[in-house]
């Protein structure tokens, strides 16, 4: 683990030498170095954007796919069988799809009977957008979750005249969210890693920004090579530390159990 | 960092009040600029990434063509200017939403849009699809036959290239792609509209290109206002602004400013509206 | 495949005449031709992305058997850029970044890239999805029972063979369920390819419904077409790993 820490940085450290050396080799053109050097501010105003959905859309993933999956397990079919169909759905489409269909079938503005309109602007759509792919893993999750637990918990429990969902709620439960935390730590990098698609619909995160900028900066191809690291970086430099946490917290669990 | 914490603190809070509190007044008809006024602020809408009309300085401010229009706007009003951020996809919605109280967007003025709002008249631009190429690639329309061009997604236009040209549009989810493409040799010439290439051209980063052709045709570009303000006090008004603009020459000041392009049309606009005072002159 | 279309054709003109629901890819044959392009490159660019996913996968696995620490490092620092940064902007570095670099033909006038926008997607989507194939293969080797190696060198084999005919093949064995759920995301992530233009189904819709604006309807087809490709690789990797399950190893 530490040895894949350090090679992670070492990487990083190589390639953020190599790349200005090659990118100044080749065209002509602005240093593209220097001119991202001025628009970082802009950028970073855009990433926390990304940050805002990521944030957002798990909050309404974790509430949304708690539910979804507690209806999975439930023993009523009507329950279940829908739940499912509509986990594995959404599991089995990709988010690029999900998101346009979200952008294009849900109206700008939505009326609410006795309440007065909703204004949904495009990133509040993509925050929903995204939020729809983690809320049916976190239902598939949690159902595999309680899959887990051996058959023989189940069978104290009910010994000791626990309703079912008496048992799910003090016996069952408590011991998926251990496991399952690691799963949703993952799932949350994953939904950072996928709020970049928000920038085709025209939400000005992190990548449109930085898009918005190289056209402001003259589009010159000197900038693209930077820009475009800029951007990886970023990322990266904020999902590496939850991917560490994950894994550890994993690990432990691992060694735990 | 300052700055990124109080995005940051300043959009979880806009999503908690969108969600949950945001409920968008209606406009009764004709009392808009009383309303503009009164609030001391007038809304203006206007693309984000469209040099050199409206597009983003490194600091986050907004600058072009449009945005000169519309700081002149709230500078006869007397009222403060607030630039609203819109998309060709949203933006007759937010100008029916009251989100913003006009509109200075690159839009075409097409008859099923008058339907929605009031697009005032005279046109503010006219523009239409052409081509950006390198020098001496192709001297006609017909040249594109069989090759690849450099598109945006979801440009209305996108399917005429096709269909009555038979060139292979490839499609980028924005204008800056499409022109790293064009640049990277990826397509053989830029699918847009002419006053986009022209001020490209004359921005002097792209030695060795040209609009070959003609645009295809020219279709006037409209500011609006919301439907019932039409004829109403914003709708008369911003009409008058467009008139003088023409007629006064800041248009022809203002193409200059921008370098959007040696374009006939301004000129002949200007030719057009300009009140001849020559009988003013008693001698 | 225009006889597909005179076959179906009929009904959905049908049903457009009758309903005003438009799905004119499947009877307007020149939007047809859209949808059959764009069917051809999503399927064309899942397959070679999976393949090369899989070739580095084991590359970088076997590297990670060498002695060398260098080469150890080099690909655990690979792994981690490329597993913690988004694979959109990897697309848009590979393609418009290290793209502006690649060889070009010259085609008369405008130059024609060595690599394609297909080839670039199919390089880096084959590149991220290895970075998880990697892990997945390093685990597996790791979960060879040392006792069957030994046993192949005791009867005379060199470490490269042993690697080639015992480790790998009882690795992919051990490992397939956790590469069947990579590679099944990586399916859905090559829809990425949209956004550096290669002509793959979203991209060809969008075509479409931006100049006959049958926007729901095109969502519809373009949803059905990934949810029902997606699901076809998983039941086909799913048998696989029926097929190859060893026996008395289930973890």
Known sequence: MKSFARSG???????????????ADVSTGPCGFCVLWDWIPF??????LNVVISILAMMLALVLGIGLGLMQISESKLASVPARFVTQLLRNAPWIVILFMIMSLIPYRIEVQGWGNFILSDWIKATFAFSLPVMANVSEILRGAVASVPKGQWESAESLAFSRGQSLRWIILPQCVKQMIPHLMNWFALLVLATPLASIIGVREAVGSAQAAMESAGSSPTLLIPFYFFLMMIFFIFIYPVAIWSRRLERNYAINS | MRKLVSTLCSGVLSAVLSAGLLAVPAHASGDHMKEVLDRGTIRIGVLGALKPW???SEDGNMQGFDIDLASRIAESLGVDLELVEVTSVNRMEFLQQGRVDMLLAGMYDKAERRKIIGIVEPAYGASGPSLMAKKGLISSWDDIKGKPVCAKQGVIYNSIAETEFGATVVAFTGNAEAKEGLRSGKCVAWFYDDTIILPELASGEWDGYEMPVEALNSNPIGAAVAIEEQDGALGVFLSGMIYRWHSDGTFLELEEKWKVGPSSWYAKEHEKLHWDTSYLVSE | MDAILTLIAPFFRDLYETTGINFNV??????????????????LLILAAILL???VGVAGAAIQQSRSTWLRWLVGGYIQLFRNTPPMVQLLFFYFGLGAYAPQVDMGGYYQPMVSAFGWAVIALGIFGGAFNVEIFRSGIEAVPKATLEAAESLGFKPWQTFVYFTLPLAFRIC???????????????????????????NMLNQVWSSTFNIPEMMAVLFCFYVGVVWLLAAFLHWLERRLRLRGYSK
């Open chain 1, 43 to 48: 950028i970073l105003n855009g990433f926390a």
């Open chain 3, 53 to 55: 996913s899989v070739i």
């Open chain 1, 9 to 23: 940085v070492l990487g990083l450290v190589c390639a953020f030498i190599a790349a200005p050396a090659y990118a």
């Open chain 3, 26 to 43: 499947f009877y307007d044959p020149y939007q047809f031709k859209r949808f059959l392009i764009g069917a051809e490159n999503s399927i």
């Open chain 3, 176 to 202: 397939l369920p956790a590469l069947t759920t990579n590679l099944v995301s990586l399916a859905k992530t090559t829809s990425l390819a949209y956004v550096i233009s290669v002509p793959e189904m979203a």
């Open chain 2, 54 to 56: 409206a597009y983003r």
